[in-house]
């Protein structure tokens, strides 16, 4: 039976968790649960906090401003497989950020990284407000709750192309793909086929906005080894790019096999 998800904050949550357990749902979860989608005393729904396991809940008691949920039985959520997919993203304009910031999690995406960059929508932090960053963050708990994913995508704080990169040259153990539409050395799939021989934990996918990197950019790049990959002759859109060289670098993986949780 396929029950309807809700996001539970996992600090609201007792720990650990057993069977039979009674708790308090937190005010974000009463919202959804009981004013959202009107549920009543005794129906269940299944909790989910980001974390590997889920909960099947029982609605056992409602106030008004409050309801206790019993657990009825745990699962085991999917974990992602290694290598760890993180996509670099030069932030576009809201709406194509946050569809982007949405897909990515629903295709696994462990880490998110939005840049700032010549051409990028917003150039510097002033420009995203606290309220911009919190706005991204329900996207990833929504998103989380809709797929049931096992884990919460990392939404790191913009930074400059600059500290993107020197940060991944300290990083031994990441490899790292970068989508260009500009005059290119090597399709993805060769550059995949390369950068699985090195077997690494993590590859980092980077993928401009609208206008694309310049040439400076370009050259920032690849002085740090990471050679220009083209995904084929039509120059995509920044989502579009986003979604496809994730996908490429997961087939190319393994990583769409069911049961795929090499860790």
Not at 139 to 146: E, H
Not at 218 to 224: A, H, L, T
Not at 247 to 256: D, Q, R, T
Request: aromatic content about 6%; some cysteine.
């Amino acid at each position: 039976m396929n029950l309807r998800r809700i996001w539970i904050e996992p600090g609201e949550v007792p720990s650990p968790l057993s069977v039979g357990d009674v708790f308090e749902l937190p005010a974000s979860s009463f919202h959804h649960a009981i004013e959202v989608s009107r549920f009543e005393t005794g129906e269940t729904f299944e909790g989910v906090t980001g974390q590997p396991q889920a909960m099947a809940l029982r609605i056992t008691e409602i106030k008004k401003k409050s309801a206790r949920v019993e657990v009825l039985s745990l699962r085991r959520l999917p974990t992602l497989g290694r290598p760890r997919v993180q996509l670099a993203f030069a932030i576009s304009k809201w709406e194509t950020t946050e569809s982007v910031i949405e897909k990515s999690v629903e295709l696994g995406v462990s880490v998110f990284q939005p840049l700032f960059t010549e051409n990028s929508f917003a150039k510097k932090p002033e420009d995203i407000r606290d309220a911009r960053i919190e706005r991204w963050q329900r996207i990833v708990r929504s998103a989380t709750t809709q797929t049931a994913r096992g884990d919460l995508m990392e939404l790191l704080a913009p930074k400059s192309l600059d500290e993107f990169l020197n940060g991944m040259h300290r990083n031994e153990m990441s490899a790292c793909l970068f989508a260009y539409e500009g005059p290119c050395v090597q399709d993805i799939r060769s550059a995949l086929q390369d950068i699985k021989k090195s077997d690494p934990e993590r590859i980092w996918a980077i993928v401009g906005s609208e206008g694309g990197f310049s040439s400076t950019e370009v050259e920032k790049i690849r002085s740090m080894n990471v050679i220009p990959s083209t995904m084929g002759p039509q120059i995509l859109r920044a989502e579009t790019a986003c979604l496809a060289i994730v996908s490429v670098i997961k087939y190319e993986m393994g990583l769409m096999v069911m049961g795929s949780t090499k860790t």
